[in-house]
T-cell receptor
Framework: KNQVEQSPQSLIILEGKNCTLQCNYTVSPFSNLRWYKQDTGRGPVSLTI?????NTKSNGRYTATLDADTKQSSLHITASQLSDSASYIC????????????FGKGTTLSVSS | EPEVTQTPSHQVTQMGQEVILRCVPI?????FYWYRQILGQKVEFLVSFYNNEISEKSEIFDDQFSVERPDGSNFTLKIRSTKLEDSAMYFC?????????????FGEGSRLTVL
């Protein structure tokens, strides 16, 4: 069964600290993996998109890594800010019908001052 | 910056009533989607739409749901007879083409509350 699992479920960090969020997936055959940021009550906003040939991609303070062999991805946030408080969702897409954008449950990040 | 817009932002309805959620995708986009997110749960795929027809739908998208693009700009989701469990945030999304991976743009969502 195609699944996307994220950990931790929630995370609290102090402003200025770094953190890493994890995503494991079983979607096969794999096409691409996306990280989205979703503020409470808002629509998801894309942070990064990676295909199987990409190992790392950065977007400002966000750096995503992908290991297609182990089917794992991480999202590293550097020098966190209060505005980083949100849900971070890992989304995986496969090549076959029925695998259009499978969403993880997300990691809820709270950044406190 | 172009964006996907959705209306209404919040709708409250009685069980059994029909609801239409509206979306205006980004103007030159060709692929359109509806997703839903029940409070506290993950985003779930409902349906994708291309060239004026459904290209893929999930098990959630049963006969109570329908989509159409009535006028070339709006993309609507209709729920014929709402149930309590239809209460959720509904997101519309669009993308320019099917080229992989392709950026997918989400609207801000329509919150549906069924009483």
């Amino acid at each position: 069964k195609n699944q996307v699992e994220q950990s931790p479920q929630s995370l609290i960090i102090l402003e200025g600290k770094n953190c890493t969020l994890q995503c494991n997936y079983t979607v096969s055959p794999f096409s691409n993996l996306r990280w989205y940021k979703q503020d409470t009550g808002r629509g998801p906003v894309s942070l990064t998109i990676m295909t199987f040939s990409e190992n790392t991609k950065s977007n400002g303070r966000y750096t995503a890594t992908l290991d297609a062999d182990t089917k794992q991805s991480s999202l590293h946030i550097t020098a966190s800010q209060l505005s980083d408080s949100a849900s971070y969702i890992c989304v995986v897409s496969g090549w076959q019908a029925g695998t259009a954008l499978i969403f993880g449950k997300g990691t809820t990040l709270s950044v406190s001052s | 910056e172009p964006e996907v817009t959705q209306t209404p932002s919040h709708q409250v309805t009685q069980m059994g009533q029909e609801v239409i959620l509206r979306c205006v995708p980004i103007s030159n986009h060709l692929y359109f989607y509806w997703y839903r997110q029940i409070l506290g749960q993950k985003v779930e795929f409902l349906v994708s739409f291309y060239n004026n027809e459904i290209s893929e739908k999930s098990e959630i998208f049963d006969d109570q749901f329908s989509v159409e693009r009535p006028d070339g700009s709006n993309f609507t989701l209709k729920i014929r007879s709402t149930k309590l469990e239809d209460s959720a945030m509904y997101f519309c999304a669009s993308r320019l083409d099917r080229v992989t991976p392709g950026e997918l743009f989400f609207g801000e969502g329509s919150r549906l509350t069924v009483l």
